[in-house]
Each structure stands twice: as structure tokens, then as C-alpha cells.
């Protein structure tokens, strides 16, 4: 599904990833692990096609076609989702006009009708359930006086809707307290541990990786893979530190 081969990025002329290779396969959950500063986000903006990441070096193909050509936006159409550790607010524009708006217009994309309005509430109901968010909530303003974890569970929300095949999550679990990584957790398994998809969860932590089990474990450090493992890599990490683990 994604293969990143020899990837090396630059922000302003300065070179972050430097010879980074992955590949993931549909079906499979992928944990990507690192201290501080080693690229992780870049990794994330880069296959985002965030503005200012420049790719000088490498490919990057997400089912067979060129993704570093293609602009952001077809990038999402094609079934790319990227989930940020600082979500947006956006005042004046609601929860639900936003979600249609966005799927609406990867629906166009694709060729296929958009849904309307009736069909697009049912859609848009049955996914906040799934992830405890209450329809009202929805029907606020895009994050503004959300809490960190309703803003995760809005996000979640937004990623079962938009229905993707692979799903970047970059520090998706940072400032959630326990009950809302487990409805995150819950909500990454419910969403996207189905046939055809998979997901590329970046985080700091073991804690989110007891909710979702990757099939991959790979420490990133100083812009490229250092090394891949199994779940178990991710509590070596949590219990010897990076550098241990690096040096092993
Ligand atoms: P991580 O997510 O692993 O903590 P990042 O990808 O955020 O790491 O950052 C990797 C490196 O790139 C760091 O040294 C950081 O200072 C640098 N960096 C990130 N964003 C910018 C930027 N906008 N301008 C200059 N340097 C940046
Ligand atoms: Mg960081
Ligand atoms: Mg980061």
C-alpha cells in the first residue's frame, strides 16, 4: 500500500529525513517510535505534502502511484488520512458542515456523487457513536473549546467518515487521559483494523500501543529507521530508553 524507499527531506535547505524506508502492507498497523527531534513529524508532513518539506531524495508510492507528485488534496482523495497532534479550531464552521464539505469533495474527486445532506447525518450519527462523541458536540464550531480529548475524539470522528485506507496518526495520543485513549484506541481498531487498510501510528509512548496492537515496531532516529522489531521492541523502548535500544 505505501512504500517509502531512500526518502530524504529538507526544511528550509536543512535535511531532516535523510535515507528513510518503509514499507507497509494492507492490513498491517506500523508503530513508528523515536526521541525528540528525530523526524517523526517531518515523516508525517512529508507524506501529508505539507508546503516547506521538500523531498530532494527517494520515492514515496501509495498503491503503485507517484504520492510526492501528487498535491495534498489528491493525496486525501486517494485515501490518505493524517491526524495531528495539534488539531486546528475553526470558528463560525461547524463540526458537521466541515466533515460534509470534506468528504463531499473526496467523493467529487473520486467520480463518485456526493452525499446529501439526510444521508450524510446517518453517515456522520453512526460514526460518533462508534466513538462516544455526542451529535451536539458536532454541531459546534470545528474544535473551538474542545478539550484535548474531545478534539481526538472529533478527529476520529472525521477519519470514520472520511473512510480511509491509511491512516497516519502522528502523537494522536498525547495530553489523553486514560478513558480517552481507550476511546481512541477503541476507535483506531473499530475504524480502521479492517480488510484493505492500514495505519502508521507515530507516538512517544508504549501506553496507546496496549490499545492498538502493531503487527511493526520501528525506531526512527536521526532521520531514519534504525530498527524494526515486533510489539515487544515498544516495551524494551518504554523500559531501556532509546539510547539503550539504539545501540543494541
Ligand atoms: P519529531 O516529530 O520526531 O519530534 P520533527 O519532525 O518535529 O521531530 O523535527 C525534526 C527536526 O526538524 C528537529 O530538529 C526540528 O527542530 C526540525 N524542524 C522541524 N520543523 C522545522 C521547521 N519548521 N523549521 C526548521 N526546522 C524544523
Ligand atoms: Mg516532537
Ligand atoms: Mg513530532
Known amino acids: 500500500m505505501l512504500r517509502i524507499d531512500d526518502l530524504h527531506t529538507e526544511i528550509d535547505g536543512k535535511p531532516i529525513l535523510k535515507g528513510l524506508s518503509l514499507a507497509i502492507n494492507a492490513g498491517e498497523i506500523h508503530a513508528i ?15 501529508g505534502g505539507r508546503p516547506g518539506y ?10 503503485g502511484a507517484d504520492l510526492l507528485e501528487m498535491a495534498p488534496h489528491e493525496r486525501a482523495a486517494a485515501g490518505l488520512f493524517l491526524g495531528f497532534q495539534y488539531p486546528v479550531e475553526i470558528p463560525g464552521v461547524s463540526n458537521v458542515q466541515f466533515l460534509r464539505e470534506a468528504l463531499n469533495s473526496q467523493r467529487t474527486a473520486r467520480g463518485e456523487a456526493p452525499l446529501s445532506a439526510a444521508d450524510f447525518l446517518r453517515l456522520a450519527r453512526e460514526k460518533a457513536a462508534l466513538l462516544g462523541m455526542d451529535m451536539e458536540m458536532l ?3 470545528v474544535n473551538v473549546g474542545f478539550s484535548g480529548g474531545e478534539k481526538k475524539r472529533a478527529e476520529m470522528v472525521q477519519m470514520g467518515i472520511l473512510d480511509p485506507k491509511l491512516a497516519i496518526l502522528d502523537e494522536t495520543d498525547s495530553g489523553l487521559d486514560i478513558d480517552a485513549l481507550k476511546t481512541v484506541g477503541a476507535g483506531i481498531n473499530a ?23 502493531p503487527d511493526f515496531v520501528h525506531v526512527l532516529a536521526a532521520g531514519r529507521i534504525v530498527k524494526s522489531g515486533g510489539p515487544e521492541l515498544a516495551l524494551a523502548l518504554e523500559k531501556e530508553g532509546y539510547a539503550e535500544v539504539i545501540a543494541a
Open 54 to 63: 521538500e523531498a530532494t531524495q527517494g520515492a514515496v508510492h501509495f498503491e
Open 33 to 47: 517510535m523515536g526521541p525528540n527531534g528525530a523526524g517523526k513529524s517531518t515523516l508525517a508532513y512529508t507524506l
Open 191 to 213: 475504524i480502521m483494523r479492517a480488510p484493505g487498510k492500514a495505519v502508521l501510528l507515530i507516538t512517544h509512548y508504549q501506553r496507546l500501543l496496549d490499545y492498538v496492537k
Open 139 to 141: 454541531k459546534r464550531p
